[in-house]
């Protein structure tokens, strides 16, 4: 399943992401940006160091939030060991 990325918006929206490696099915990234168009674009064009020997990624899931710093904090608590598992359950 494909998910449509939406276009960027007037108003200021940060996503929080969730990519999987085409490549490699067990390498998984989260990450957050204003852009997702952009920032997809610059995993799969081996700009970002952490994901650059695993292109092409697939994008899983995204979640829009209003406010920056509820998106690092949602990001933040993606990537702690509960984070881990809510994730595993409901967004993988």
């Known amino acids: 399943m494909h ?13 929080v992401y969730l990519l999987r490696s085409e ?7 989260v990450g957050v940006t204003a852009n997702l ?3 997809l ?3 799969n064009c081996g700009k970002s160091r952490h994901t650059a020997q695993y292109v092409p990624w697939h994008l899983i899931t995204y979640v829009a939030f209003s406010e920056k ?4 904090e949602f990001e933040r608590y993606l990537k702690s060991g509960s984070g881990h ?3 595993n359950r409901h967004l993988w």
């Open 41 to 43: 674009a610059d995993h």
């Open 85 to 87: 598992a809510f994730a």
């Open 69 to 72: 710093r509820i998106a690092h």
């Open 23 to 29: 490549r490699c099915a067990n390498r998984r990234y």
């Open 3 to 15: 998910l449509s990325i939406p276009p960027p918006h007037y108003a200021l929206v940060h996503y």
């Open 37 to 39: 168009q952009q920032r």
